[in-house]
């Protein structure tokens, strides 16, 4: 019985993550959970799932529960609160799937509390890499891939010599605009940004995959996760997300990870590595369909947020931090309909620019980026 905490229940990843829990009842026992602001699906997951720990974003949340519920639960809030569902229970794995690097301080306090870590959250790899994968060696837990192009490129891998790899190869579907020229792209809604091709997913992704940004922070979390240098890493366009990413290795060879878009089985492939277990929900791929698959070259002055992550990856130090402060930002003034579509590549630009850089930065250095990031995007607005 493997005991699972799962950060972000109530979002697209955590969701799918209760639904293989579910299938596999003998299998895995969840013991914590965190959510934000979703308390209508917060109590749902508690009542069904009973998990001994609760964390909540707000105070008033926590209070409404403790009220709700008495005191059967551990409910506590906050980023302590995050901390504690993360490392202070009895779980054997996190799956850490917030959005965004508010998921960095609970993932450092999980490795250091021993616990293996079923990574969904590419921000906190984006943001502090070489923190989070030095930890994880020290305390000996394994960082285990959800993202399905890093599962794809984590199973073509196994096994092999990494001495021997000749490079990455990312799919990118190209996201909700990908047939758009950029002067279509000036005035695009949000709601047409939101539509995804192949994937339903929470809002933030669904942008950064319209933006091409999401292959960026894949860029930077695949760097990190397989210690592969950025010359290494390639994205291409494929368009049904069925490849899900590839490893060419020096004698020419590619080994390719396919299946049906489900998040599911990646999730479930972390939770069990390096053991498999059926997945009933899974539908097989069709392979007489596979004539149909579409591939391109991919374009990075088209997707100028792909150049902009390759440039902040290569420069490293606390570029990545900026660029994703600025990309969250971004997104968000977006999806507030504050800024449009195109604003916001020019925003994680400029604060690409203007950050003061930091070449090996601690934690302490990394979080006071992030935050002054975030308030140079709002000053932008003012
Ligand atoms: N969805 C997908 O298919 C994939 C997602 N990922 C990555 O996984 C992560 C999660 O994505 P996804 O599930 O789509 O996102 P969602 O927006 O659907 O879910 C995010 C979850 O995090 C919670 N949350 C958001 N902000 C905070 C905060 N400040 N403090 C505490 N909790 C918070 C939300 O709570 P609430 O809703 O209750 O407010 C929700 O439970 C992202 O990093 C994404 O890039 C990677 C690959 C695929
Ligand atoms: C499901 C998943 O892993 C997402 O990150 C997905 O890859 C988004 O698709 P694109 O960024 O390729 O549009
Ligand atoms: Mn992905």
């Given at each position: 019985m493997k005991k699972i905490s799962l950060l972000g229940a109530t979002g697209s990843i955590g969701v799918q993550t209760l639904d293989v829990i579910e299938q596999h009842p003998e299998q895995f026992r969840l013991t914590a959970i965190?959510?934000?602001k979703n308390m209508e699906k917060g109590l749902e997951i508690i009542h069904k799932f009973e998990p001994e720990v609760i964390a909540v974003q707000k105070k008033e949340d926590a209070d409404r529960l403790r009220l709700k519920l008495g005191n059967s639960f551990r409910i506590v809030f906050g980023e302590e609160g995050l901390i504690e569902a993360a490392a202070a229970t009895e779980a054997d794995?996190?799956?850490?799937?917030?959005?965004g690097s508010v998921g960095l301080l609970p993932t450092i306090h999980a490795i250091k509390a021993g616990k293996d870590i079923a990574i969904a959250n590419k921000e906190t790899l984006v943001t502090a890499g070489h923190i989070v994968m030095e930890l994880a060696e020290k305390h000996g837990v394994r960082i285990l891939p959800v993202d399905s192009e890093h599962s794809a490129i984590f199973q073509c891998?196994?096994?092999?010599?990494?001495?021997?790899?000749?490079?990455?190869?990312?799919?990118?579907?190209g996201g909700s605009f990908?047939?758009?020229t950029r002067s279509q792209l000036a005035d695009v809604t949000v709601d047409q940004a939101l539509n995804h091709p192949n994937w339903s997913m929470g809002a933030k992704i669904t942008i950064d995959s319209a933006t091409m940004m999401n292959k960026g922070l894949e860029v930077i979390e695949a760097h990190w996760l397989f210690n592969i240098p950025y010359s290494k890493i390639d994205v291409i366009l494929h368009k049904e997300?069925?490849?899900?990413?590839?490893?060419?290795?020096?004698?020419?060879?590619?080994?390719a990870h396919l299946g049906n878009p489900d998040m599911r089985v990646p999730i479930q492939y972390a939770l069990t590595y390096p053991d498999r277990l059926e997945l009933p929900s899974s539908k097989r791929l069709n392979l007489w369909e596979l004539s149909k698959l579409h591939f391109g070259k991919m374009d990075q002055e088209r997707f100028r947020c792909l150049k902009l992550a390759y440039i902040a990856g290569e420069k490293g130090g606390t570029m990545t931090t900026a660029m994703n402060a600025a990309n969250e930002e971004a997104v968000q003034l977006f999806l507030d309909r504050k800024i449009p579509f195109l604003r916001i590549e020019d925003i994680i630009e400029k604060a690409m620019e203007q950050h003061e850089f930091i070449q090996r930065p601690t934690l302490e250095e990394i979080q006071a980026i992030d935050r002054l990031t975030r308030q140079y995007v709002q000053s932008l607005l003012n």
């Open positions: 965190s959510f934000g794995i996190v799956v850490s799937a917030v959005m891998l196994n096994g092999e010599n990494p001495k021997q790899i000749e490079r990455l190869i990312l799919t990118a579907s990908r047939d758009y997300s069925i490849i899900h990413s590839m490893v060419e290795y020096k004698d020419g060879s590619t080994l």
